[in-house]
């Protein structure tokens, strides 16, 4: 069964303290791997976009890396406005369009 | 550019009465997407329609949920009749073939 699996659930950081979120996934024929950012009462909003192995992106404190089996979002020096939940999804085949399957989420909560 | 837009953003209803969901996706986009997210869960994928046909609606619950896309713009997700665990928030998504999505702020129903 196609699967997404993110840890932590929860992860909770000092201001300044670096860290990092795992997705794992169980999909045959990926055609890529998307984060997003969810705040409380919003939509996701779009991050990053990975499609092969060995890929890596960035954006401010972010950096999405990708393997043939997990994604990691690395957030360096976090600050509180970092705070939200993050969303990883799979785009697999279905269709002419594919489909994309969401892990649960980590939420984060960054401390002053 | 404007956004994905969904009305209602809140909606709080007796069991077993109906409901309806509004979306206007981003202009030109074709591909458009009902999620279910529960809360402390990442989206569940609903119903997906590439411009008026419908492409994925496996984990539609057919007996109480339907939806429809006028034309290939606007989209209306029902339920009718709702149940208790139905309360979730309903985001709605667009984006060009094999895109990222982008969401729109969802609309939260409460069942009591």
């Known amino acids: 069964e196609d699967q997404v699996t993110q840890s932590p659930e929860a992860l909770r950081l000092q201001e300044g303290e670096s860290s990092s979120l795992n997705c794992s996934y169980t999909?045959?024929?990926?055609?890529?791997l998307f984060w997003y950012r969810q705040d409380p009462g919003k939509g996701p909003e779009f991050l990053f976009t990975?499609?092969?192995a060995g890929e890596e992106k960035e954006k401010e404190r972010l950096k999405a890396t990708l393997t043939k089996k997990e994604s990691f979002l690395h957030i360096t020096a976090p600050k509180p406005e970092d705070s939200a939940t993050y969303l990883c999804?799979?785009?697999?085949?279905?269709?002419?369009?594919?489909?994309?399957?969401f892990g649960q989420g980590t939420t984060l909560q960054v401390k002053p | 550019e404007a956004g994905v837009a969904q009305s209602p953003r809140y909606k709080i209803i007796e069991k077993r009465q109906s409901v309806a969901f509004w979306c206007n996706p981003i202009?030109?986009?074709?591909?458009l997407y009902w999620y279910q997210q529960i809360l402390g869960q990442g989206p569940k994928l609903l119903i997906q329609?590439?411009?008026?046909?419908?492409?994925?609606d496996s984990q539609l619950p057919k007996d109480r949920f339907s939806a429809e896309r006028l034309k290939g713009v606007d989209s209306t997700l029902k339920i009718q009749p709702a149940k208790l665990e139905d309360s979730a928030v309903y985001l709605c998504?667009?984006?060009?073939?094999?895109?990222?999505?982008?969401f729109g702020p969802g609309t939260r129903l409460t069942v009591l």
């Open positions: 998504a667009s984006s060009l073939p094999l895109g990222e999505q982008f």
């Open positions: 990975l499609y092969s």
């Open positions: 999804a799979v785009h697999f085949p279905s269709g002419n369009t594919g489909k994309l399957i």
């Open positions: 202009s030109g986009h074709a591909t």
């Open positions: 329609f590439q411009n008026n046909g419908v492409v994925d």
């Open positions: 999909v045959s024929g990926l055609r890529g």
